[in-house]
């Protein structure tokens, strides 16, 4: 992806996002209902656009929120969306229903992430798989990456690491690329560099899983479970924290893995 430096001006910061998602100047005018003539003005400096403009723009491009004030911000206006702390009383139902969400899921492990990957809340599922973790990495702010990645934390019990880890990686680069984040950055560049232990040919990860996706495969307590994850987040966020929230839920992939967290946790 292009890099920008923000005092640049918004023209170009507009040009690197819609080149990045790869979109011509005439198809993000038409879904823009605008010109490819005022497009071109707005990229090249030639035409300052209104605060309309730069919130249809980055709403056809999917930019994030925080990037969409920050946009905002070097065209001249005001940022539009809040950023409130969860710990705000206005945050209070969004903190109600996602431990009511999380309470439901048991037994299955779910649990919610910031931006930075730092986790929000959890539930008993989760729990369960981090007991024996360093106690280092349950010192708060507890990080999902961390603990996954981290040779003291959950990485010597996954069985099939090098694909998980590859996999939790790329995810993180995607990240890195649709926002600014010198934090994420070197988060990513910290959990890349564990070591990954090779665990030979003998591995018997991913045996009997589903081949739909990529399963988490973990050892607890003796018995080998096997999750599907999937990542949901609120849709149409208003607020620059409620829109970095994802919430990360592990199905199990087999019956015996059902049937172990069912009598685990009752």
Not at 84 to 108: F, I, Q
Not at 134 to 156: F, Y
Not at 173 to 184: F, K
Request: charged share 25%; hydrophobic share 45%.
């Amino acid at each position: 992806m292009r890099t920008v430096s923000p005092d640049t001006g918004v023209g170009p910061l507009l040009r690197g996002w819609r080149e990045q998602r790869r979109i011509s100047q005439l198809d993000l005018a038409l879904r823009a209902d605008s010109s490819a003539r005022h497009i071109s003005f707005i990229e090249t400096g030639r035409s300052r656009p209104s605060e309309d403009m730069v919130l249809r723009l980055a709403e056809q491009l999917d930019i994030p929120v925080r990037e969409r004030n920050a946009l905002l911000v070097v065209a001249g206006y005001a940022p539009r969306y809040a950023q409130t702390p969860l710990d705000d009383p206005a945050m209070a139902s969004v903190h109600e229903g996602l431990d009511r969400l999380l309470a439901g899921y048991e037994p299955y492990p779910a649990l919610v992430v910031d931006g930075r990957y730092d986790v929000v809340a959890a539930n008993r599922g989760i729990a369960l798989l981090m007991e024996g973790i360093s106690e280092e990495l349950l010192t708060p702010p507890l990080n999902a990456m961390r603990i996954t990645l981290h040779p003291a934390g959950l990485a010597p019990r996954i069985l099939n690491l090098p694909e998980w880890r590859a996999d939790l990686l790329a995810q993180m680069e995607r990240q890195i690329a649709l926002v600014r984040s010198p934090e994420l950055r070197a988060l990513y560049e910290e959990v890349a560099g564990y070591p990954v232990a090779d665990r030979g040919a003998g591995d018997r990860a991913g045996e009997g899983t589903p081949s739909f996706a990529l399963p988490l495969v973990i050892e607890h307590g003796g018995q080998v479970l096997s999750f599907i994850a999937s990542i949901a987040t609120f849709n149409t966020p208003m607020d620059v924290t409620v829109a970095e929230l994802a919430i990360e839920t592990f199905l199990p992939a087999d019956r015996e893995t059902a049937a172990y967290l069912r009598d685990r946790l009752p």
